[in-house]
């Protein structure tokens, strides 16, 4: 984005996601209000969200609307188009739209989450067509993902271990997903074996 003009606030920025755990395919939503200030014939709403989402499966699933009370018709979109990471929506003013306070509501579907588990926000901003912003750009909520289901547990340390007597030594049991991904609520639960002594370390014999 180029910078001739201060670009005002955007208020409200909000983003969601129909699933949280990482990997996942979701549709998101992001919702904004429509700043007061006045907008060229043709403007740029644009939505970037972090390199770590992955579009291919997207396949021209995204959609711009407008909620509020009015009647009057909403601005015209006249194109959609991505560029990386970025949804780019082009409209037309109309004598009604857009009105200062109006909700824009953008959703994209078919995109897969990221695979490591973290918070993640998406930017919004206003243009004018040669870039220049107008509004923002402004950060949104961040969405909290969540690891994939356990399919690997390691003991650390994981080699053999000598104690001499009143000597102590911690384990750790860590769980991880498919994307080794960390779990901490795994809910693991320990046991000894029957066959070795109160420590459980100790070989059979010795």
């Known amino acids: 984005l180029y910078g001739s003009v201060t670009p005002v606030p955007i208020e409200n920025a909000e983003l969601s996601s129909s699933a949280s755990i ?4 979701t549709t998101l939503r992001v ?5 007061d200030m006045v907008f060229p014939d ?8 972090p390199q ?9 699933a995204i959609s711009a609307e407008f909620s509020d009370d009015s009647p009057a018709p909403d601005p015209d979109l006249r194109s959609i188009e ?3 990471r970025t949804v780019i929506f082009t409209f037309r003013r109309t004598f009604f739209a857009p009105r200062p306070d109006q ?4 959703t994209v579907e078919g995109v897969y989450l990221p695979q ?8 919004v901003f206003i243009a004018d067509t040669t870039f220049t912003a107008l509004a923002g750009p402004t950060f949104t909520n961040s969405i909290q993902l969540f690891p994939d289901e356990l399919v690997s547990l390691s003991i650390e340390p994981d080699t053999a271990v000598t104690l001499q007597a009143g000597q102590e030594q911690e384990f750790t049991a860590v769980a991880l997903d498919q994307y080794s ?7 693991l639960l320990w046991q000894l074996d029957a066959s070795r002594d109160s420590i459980g370390i100790v070989t059979e014999g010795r």
């Open 42 to 49: 043709d403007y740029l709403v644009g939505v970037t969200f």
């Open 52 to 60: 770590e989402f992955d579009f291919s499966g997207v396949n021209g």
């Open 116 to 123: 490591v588990a973290d918070d993640y926000s998406a930017t």
């Open 82 to 84: 991505i560029i990386d």
């Open 181 to 187: 991904n960390r779990i901490d609520d795994a809910g």
């Open 31 to 35: 919702s904004y209000l429509t700043p």
């Open 22 to 25: 990482v990997g996942q395919p």
């Open 103 to 106: 909700t824009g509501i953008i």
